[in-house]
């Protein structure tokens, strides 16, 4: 009797299961199908991707095993992308602050990432750009970034900018440092940089240079900050906070983000 109420238990469940899942499609279809013309689609996207370690923890699972999970919703997420008029996303994978964890959960993750970066590059379809500081990183992992960067640089299709050892703060400090180290080659003292440096000048030395400025910064795990991701060019940027850890958002949960922003009057601070 309780083999049979176990096989009812697992019937019932596997009909809910698929309920469910019909539901989220037809939602998502019903989203998808109100997001409007390209106009209202974001061409640069950038994504804070959190919550992997506590979405293992609650699954009962290791911390790289989240990461892993983490690393393989990237491609379903640029596949979305690519269904719609999206043209750059920005993708936060390490932080100049995850490198100061110790070395038994840094390695792992920096595994993960490095293999992350590997698989975009070889899947043909993305052109792949590092934005971050290559110095502050171990040289394995620079290796892979650049190499990446050459083999998948060029390519058409969306621009996926890997952010590896990025800081908000550094990038700003680094294009700083670009520029003064440009204007004193050309003969220039501080006085003369100070009195004609400009808003443009400072861009012109970030590590997205010459890319669209993110139209939307959409972070996952229910956390409502930045954390110093693209502070310079996030200023007139819109933000979208998912409640879902990273590995466990969906598709359903990307088009809400596109219909949210859709739905905005961006006034760029007039």
Not at 7 to 35: M, T, W
Request: charged share 30%; aromatic share 8%; proline share 3%.
């Amino acid at each position: 009797m309780a083999k049979q109420e176990q096989g009812r238990g697992g019937i019932f469940g596997r009909v809910r299961n698929k309920i469910r899942r019909g539901f989220v499609r037809l939602y998502a279809h019903r989203v998808e199908g109100k997001l409007g013309n390209a106009e209202g689609v974001p061409k640069h996207i950038g994504v804070i991707l959190d919550g992997n370690r506590r979405w293992a923890k609650a699954a009962g699972g290791t911390t790289k095993e989240g990461h892993e999970a983490g690393a393989a919703k990237i491609q379903e997420l640029l596949g979305w992308c690519a269904e719609t008029d999206v043209e750059v996303v920005t993708l936060w994978m390490l932080s100049t602050d995850n490198l100061a964890r110790p070395a038994d959960q840094l390695d792992p993750l920096l595994t993960v990432v490095e293999g992350a970066v590997r698989d975009l590059a070889a899947d043909g379809r993305w052109r792949v750009h590092h934005v971050g500081a290559l110095d502050v990183l171990p040289e394995r992992t620079r290796s892979v970034l650049q190499e990446a960067e050459e083999l998948a640089g060029k390519r058409e299709g969306i621009l996926v900018n890997v952010a590896v050892g990025y800081g908000g703060r550094q990038e700003i400090t680094d294009a700083v440092r670009s520029l003064l180290a440009k204007r004193a080659a050309e003969g220039q003292d501080l006085a003369q940089v100070a009195e004609s440096l400009g808003v443009e000048d400072i861009s012109e030395h970030l590590y997205t240079r010459g890319q669209p400025d993110p139209d939307l910064v959409i972070r996952t795990s229910g956390e409502q900050r930045l954390s110093g991701f693209m502070l310079w060019q996030s200023a007139h940027s819109e933000y979208f906070f998912c409640e879902a850890y990273w590995p466990a958002f969906r598709k359903v949960d990307f088009l809400r983000a596109l219909r949210d922003y859709a739905a905005r009057h961006r006034r760029y601070g007039v």
